[in-house]
């Protein structure tokens, strides 16, 4: 899809995600709509009196045909926007002198100018000098006083304003019973009340679409997945190991099963390929592309991190094998790296020639302890055909990778990062990333670019290891340990990019909406998927660790 359908797409879905939200307000808006009308109808519905009269006017105007001005009472500019000598006339009728006269006369006390203004209108009758008025009352009696003390005052007064010949009364007051609107009044108010409250649901629904456009929680991702799983997903995270470690063991005893069930997904190709781990970033192949299209893939050689020197566990000769079987699978030619131990989270790559990569862990001892930083850089150019690698001094900290960069800082574009960051300069972190920081913003990539950083921040609490979680590890010999209360590397920037999307993990912190915020800010192109990632993250690594992207050949 390209990006208007994703936001027309994410628009309606919002919208229908919200639709119990905009149904209440709808009803909401209903009653209240039901209950103003009501009132307004109980309010209107006593007898008020309509009196009517009308009275004839004449003029003497000038030789010019313009009706003069003869009192300081009307200014110049409120006199000459009236558009003839009837135009006048109602104007003054219906001034404050004129109806503060008639009230006097009618010796009407409770009475305000602004009573009569509202319910007097004076309309002209065929374009003629005749003028006719009405005034709305709640009393026959005191609506025609005031209507008999209106004309006097209207004949007393018309002569000093304007130049009139003469002010005749042609029907006296009389007045009629009348109630109030139609039952048509009170229907639209019931209906715009309606509109108002479906309104109001639906415009909260867009707010949230503008300020977070992308999905914001595990249900959005099930909705739009199609999946009846992640929703049911308990909070104990003995459940996660317990069900992984299942389907690991089904897996294994009947892959059969697991082709049959997805051999009609043209998405989804499954492998069968045994490792000693889950972590296909580190252990498949690099794949680079060629100016005409062709991919292959790099066999980099893994010594699970470290090897004998800090290696986490004691026999990774299946993942060592794996990037290699992966391109025999898929057809794909396949360059024999095996003389240089390089993990595929350890490296970032922008496409244009730059290599993101930290010394602490390239330049471990426990890795290609014979290579000096600038065989290393050769190596790099040499399979991935770049012309700079861009060097930060750390990761993550507690990161047992050595701190691999894909846990610390990403390409979001060209030139254009994302940065783990900390603002708690007393959180071991703040050190690491600040020197990365001051990296990023004094280098520049290979087609001679300055970095601009976002900093995307880190949970706001520390993610450690919990007690209930240490009872799920299986620690074989020589394999390294967790305690409980141990800090895990916990990092938003170790996320996926995919087909038209992001997939973020989250960690049940305050700052996982923020980071949803953030990249779906970054790559408004695509949507943002959160998933519930702690069960990633106790085994020590996270989404963009067990997934290797395979381009289009």
């Not at 009352?137 to 006083?145: D, K, L, S, Y």
Request: hydrophobic share 40%; net charge negative.
């Amino acid at each position: 899809m390209d990006n208007d359908e994703i936001r027309i797409s994410d628009l309606l879905y919002t919208v229908f995600k919200h639709r119990k939200t905009i149904l209440v307000l709808g009803l909401l808006g209903f009653f209240c709509g039901f209950v103003f009308s009501g009132v307004s109808f109980l309010r209107n519905s006593r007898t008020n009196y309509a009196v009517n009269c009308s009275v004839a006017i004449t003029s003497q105007p000038s030789a010019d045909g313009v009706v003069n001005n003869n009192s300081d009472y009307l200014s110049s500019n409120t006199f000459y926007q009236t558009l003839n000598m009837m135009d006048a006339a109602t104007f003054v009728m219906k001034s404050e002198r004129t109806l503060q006269a008639a009230i006097d006369r009618a010796g009407l006390v409770s009475v305000t100018t602004q009573d009569v203004s509202q319910n007097l209108q004076v309309s002209r009758y065929n374009e003629t000098q005749v003028l006719l008025l009405t005034l709305t009352w709640n009393n026959a009696e005191a609506g025609v006083q005031l209507m008999n003390a209106l004309v006097d005052a209207i004949k007393e007064i018309l002569p000093e304003t304007l130049m009139m010949g003469s002010v005749a009364m042609i029907d006296a007051p009389e007045a009629a019973s009348t109630t109030g609107g139609g039952a048509g009044q009170y229907v639209r108010l019931w209906v715009i009340f309606c509109v108002l409250g479906l309104a109001a649901g639906a415009g909260l629904a867009v707010l949230e679409f503008f300020l977070r456009p992308t999905l914001l929680n595990v249900k959005d991702v099930e909705d739009v997945l199609k999946l009846e799983t992640l929703g049911s997903i308990p909070k104990d995270n003995s459940y996660f190991q317990k069900s992984m470690q299942l389907l690991s063991e089904t897996h294994r005893a009947d892959a059969g099963a697991v082709q049959a069930e997805f051999a009609g997904d043209e998405n989804i190709h499954v492998l069968t390929i045994e490792t000693d781990d889950a972590w296909a970033r580190d252990v498949g192949p690099t794949c680079v592309v060629d100016d005409h299209g062709t991919v292959r893939g790099v066999d980099w050689q893994f010594n699970a991190w470290g090897g004998m020197v800090d290696g986490l566990y004691a026999h990774w000769e299946k993942d060592n094998a794996a990037a290699r079987a992966i391109c025999a699978a898929l057809g794909m030619d396949c360059y024999d790296a095996q003389h240089f131990v390089l993990e595929g989270g350890s490296i970032h790559s922008d496409g244009e020639g730059t290599i993101l990569a930290t010394e602490a862990c390239l330049l471990s001892r426990g890795r290609n302890p014979e290579l000096s930083r600038a065989e290393i850089e050769q190596e790099l150019k040499n399979y991935l055909g770049a012309q700079k690698i861009v060097w930060l001094p750390r990761g993550i900290y507690n990161d047992e990778t050595n701190e691999h960069v894909d846990n610390v800082c990403a390409y979001v574009g060209p030139a254009e990062v994302v940065l783990a960051w900390t603002e708690d300069e007393n959180d071991p972190q703040y050190a690491l990333s600040r020197a990365s920081l001051d990296a990023l913003e004094a280098a520049t990539d290979a087609k001679g670019r300055h970095f601009t950083v976002h900093k995307l921040p880190i949970p706001a609490k520390p993610i450690c290891v919990t007690e209930e979680e240490l009872q799920g590890y299986a620690f074989e010999e020589g394999e390294d340990t967790r305690e409980a209360g141990e800090r895990l590397a916990a990092s938003y920037v170790n996320f996926y990019i995919s087909n038209g999307g992001i997939i973020l993990p989250q960690f049940g912190d305050e700052n996982d909406a923020e980071a949803v915020r953030i990249l779906g800010g970054l790559f408004p192109g695509r949507r943002v998927y959160p998933i519930p990632a702690r069960s990633i993250l106790v085994g020590g690594g996270n989404i963009h660790c067990v997934t290797q992207q395979i381009p289009r050949g």
